[in-house]
């Protein structure tokens, strides 16, 4: 075997992190760090020494579009991907079971740990793995994963999936969260371990997929009721939480107002000066580099169906916001991106991330269209 690591402070434009990346002790990232998206897949093995021999267990294996790189990965560790055991699967998205029928295909006697709900979904892709089990945390919270080694199932129902089931390894206190504790990553930030500046991309990724606080707060009861206590959590997104940060994120999604939440609240009143504040932040960026007549040509511009004369006015050169600051941010940042460069659009989003998260605001979801972009479907 031939693990990597990776930190944050090995990340910068120069290097991107590749072949297996240490999570834990005997688990492995063995996904594609892709610098040109936005949205990470994490597919993670775990090796569990049994008294006859090494078992190996895959979490989430993954989009079909990373599969040459998670082969690959899984190769350089165990050999070939036939030598997987089992895998499990935290809900039924394309992006994390895309390679399952693969799995099942290299190795007929397969094992698959999945919900039912999720089961239920899952079999329209038409896999069959050797053996079926599903997670029924009615009938017992712990299972056996390998000879010796048990794991405990974790209900995150809605997050984002009614039959979301996270897993939680007690050996290495490690929680594989599926989408919970997902984000998105600033272009080019492919590093594994998350920071401090990593909370605003997954809070926007919350924000805009799960559907409401009351959701997460559920979850998030339930890992802090994990013994021993959870120290790293491992979602299908993004980065890998490590450290101080675990509490630190916990607390922080237990308070976050994602999905309905936003949509039912006006965001006015109270919030309309922060979201002022960031409209400023966002022209003046705009400003560097379309100047500031363009910038008002756009935002002026009658012709676009987009409402955004409801939201903003202009008193001379002055842009003015009227109400519901999270609407406005997002369409003014659509306007000035428009047809630009994917350097210069990912700038504006930087700015609203950062202004927004600095002012404890909900943040917009600017990010739309811009991986599209990056891989050069956008239309």
């Keep these: 075997m031939s693990p990597h690591s990776d930190s944050p402070s090995q990340d910068n434009s120069s290097r991107v992190p590749t072949g297996p990346l240490d999570v834990g002790p005997d688990c492995w990232m063995v996904g594609h760090r892709n610098p040109e998206a936005l949205l990470q897949c994490n597919t993670y093995v775990r090796t569990l020494d049994t008294n006859r021999s090494s078992y190996h267990v895959c979490v989430?294996?993954?989009s079909r579009l990373d599969f040459p790189v998670v082969e690959a990965n899984i190769g350089e560790l165990v050999g070939d991907i036939s030598e997987i055991d089992r895998f499990t699967v935290n809900h039924q998205d394309p992006d994390v079971t895309g390679n399952c029928p693969f799995f099942c295909l290299a190795n007929p006697k397969i094992k698959m740990i999945a919900t039912e709900e999720t089961?239920?979904?899952?079999?329209?892709?038409?896999?069959?793995?050797?053996?079926?089990?599903?997670a029924n945390v009615a009938a017992k919270t712990r299972f056996s994963i390998a000879a010796g080694h048990d794991w405990q199932v974790v209900p995150t129902p809605f997050c984002h999936f009614r039959g979301a089931m996270a897993f939680y390894d007690p050996e290495i206190r490690t929680l594989f969260s599926g989408d919970l504790f997902g984000g998105f990553n600033?272009?080019?930030?492919?590093?594994?371990?998350?920071?401090?500046?990593?909370?605003?991309?997954?809070?926007?990724?919350?924000?805009?997929?799960?559907?409401?606080?009351?959701?997460?707060r559920y979850a998030v009861q339930q890992i802090r009721q994990l013994r021993p206590t959870v120290e790293t959590i491992a979602p299908q997104h993004g980065?890998?939480?490590?450290?101080?940060?675990?509490?630190?994120?916990?607390e922080r999604m237990y308070d976050l107002r994602v999905g309905h939440d936003l949509l039912a609240d006006t965001h006015d009143e109270e919030k309309l000066a922060g979201y002022q504040e960031v409209l400023a932040q966002i022209v003046e960026r705009a400003e560097l580099s379309l100047g500031r007549a363009e910038v008002l040509r756009r935002l002026k511009n009658t012709n676009i169906d987009d409402d955004l004369a409801q939201f903003i006015a202009f008193e001379g050169q002055t842009i003015v916001l009227l109400r519901d600051g999270y609407r406005a941010v997002t369409r003014v940042t659509s306007r000035l991106g428009h047809g630009e460069r994917l350097q210069f659009v990912v700038g504006l989003r930087s700015v609203v991330l950062s202004a927004c998260t600095e002012r404890d605001l909900p943040i917009p979801p600017v990010g739309a269209g811009i991986e599209a972009e990056a891989t050069g479907n956008m239309e």
């Design 60 to 62: 989430d294996p993954g």
């Design 119 to 134: 089961w239920r979904l899952l079999q329209h892709l038409r896999f069959t793995p050797g053996r079926i089990h599903l």
């Design 186 to 216: 600033r272009l080019g930030g492919v590093h594994l371990i998350a920071t401090e500046e990593d909370w605003s991309g997954i809070a926007q990724f919350h924000e805009i997929y799960m559907p409401t606080r009351e959701v997460l």
């Design 239 to 250: 980065h890998v939480i490590t450290g101080d940060l675990v509490s630190i994120f916990l």
